[in-house]
C-alpha cells in the first residue's frame, strides 16, 4: 500500500471524537445507508447518481453486492478471490436486495465485535491471496489483518474500508433520490480521519474522483464528500 496522501480538512477538535471501533463504524455506517435510502422506491431507480454513468438502480445493484461480500467475509472470516456472477434477486429488485442484505448485515455486524468471534479473539485473520476488488472487498474480514496486493492490512482498516463504502454510497442514494442526508458527525469525522489511509492519492482512481475544494468551514460530511470526488450542495437532474 502506498503511504498516506495529504488528507482532508481536519474536522476540528469539536468534531473529532473518538468514535467508535471499526465494527461499530460498519453498523453506524449501514444504520445511516438505510435511513439515507428511506425516500428510495420503484419510481426512482432511472434517476442519475453522482457516480459517474449510474443511475440509482445500478448504485442500488453494486451496493447490495458489496454488502453481501461484506457478510461473507463477516461469517466466514473469508474473502473469496473472485466476485462471482451477480445474484439475480439484485437484479430483479436491487433496492429490495439493498435493504435486506443491509439489514441483515447490521445485525450480523452487532453479532461480531471485531476480534472476539465464536472462538475468541484472532490475531491474525485469514490471508487473501490474489486480486481484491474495491474498498468492500477489503472490508470485508473484520478480524485480523488480511493480504491485499502482497501488503498487510490490519483488520481495524479493513472494516473502516468498508464502513467508508457504505456510508458515501448512502450519500449518492439519498442525493439521488432528491432528498440530501448528511453524515452524522461522528462518524463523518472518524471517515475523515481513516479517508487519507484508505484512498491514497496514488491509488483513488478509477474508484474515486478528484477531492472537489470546499470551504474551510464545511462540516465533516461535506468534507469527507468532497474528499471522495463529491460536490456537497449540487442537485442532480431528475429522470
Known amino acids: ?12 477538535p469539536a468534531a473529532r471524537p473518538p468514535g467508535p471501533g471499526a465494527g461499530g463504524l460498519l453498523a453506524a455506517a449501514l444504520e445511516y445507508a438505510l435511513r439515507a ?24 445493484r453494486h451496493v447490495a453486492e458489496s454488502l453481501g461480500v461484506l457478510q461473507e467475509g463477516l461469517t466466514s472470516r ?16 436491487p433496492l429490495g436486495a439493498f435493504r435486506a442484505r443491509a439489514a441483515r448485515l447490521l445485525a450480523t455486524s452487532r453479532e461480531h465485535a471485531p476480534g472476539h468471534g465464536a472462538d475468541g479473539p484472532e490475531p491474525h485473520g485469514h490471508p487473501v491471496h490474489g486480486p481484491v476488488n474495491g474498498l468492500c472487498r477489503a472490508a470485508a474480514l473484520t478480524h485480523g489483518v488480511i493480504l491485499i496486493g502482497g501488503h498487510w492490512l490490519p483488520g481495524d482498516i479493513a472494516a473502516g474500508a468498508g464502513a467508508l463504502e457504505v456510508a458515501m454510497h448512502g450519500w449518492d442514494i439519498a442525493l439521488a433520490c432528491g432528498r440530501p442526508e448528511p453524515i452524522p458527525v461522528p462518524l463523518a469525522a472518524r471517515l ?8 491514497p492519492a ?19 460530511s461535506d468534507q469527507l464528500a468532497a474528499f471522495l470526488g463529491r460536490v456537497p450542495g449540487q442537485r442532480l437532474p431528475q429522470a
Do not use: K
Request: charged content about 15%; some cysteine; overall charge negative.
Open 1 to 12: 500500500m502506498t503511504g498516506p496522501a495529504a488528507g482532508p480538512p481536519d474536522p476540528g
Open 37 to 60: 435510502a428511506a425516500p428510495a422506491g420503484p419510481g426512482l431507480l432511472a434517476r442519475p447518481t453522482p457516480c459517474r454513468g449510474w443511475d440509482l438502480s445500478m448504485l442500488l
Open 78 to 93: 473469508r474473502i473469496a478471490l473472485h466476485p462471482g456472477p451477480e445474484d439475480t434477486a439484485v437484479t430483479a429488485d
Open 192 to 199: 475523515l480521519q481513516l479517508s487519507p489511509l484508505l484512498v
Open 202 to 220: 496514488a491509488g483513488r482512481a478509477p474508484l474515486f474522483a478528484e477531492p472537489v475544494p470546499v470551504p474551510a468551514a464545511a462540516g465533516p
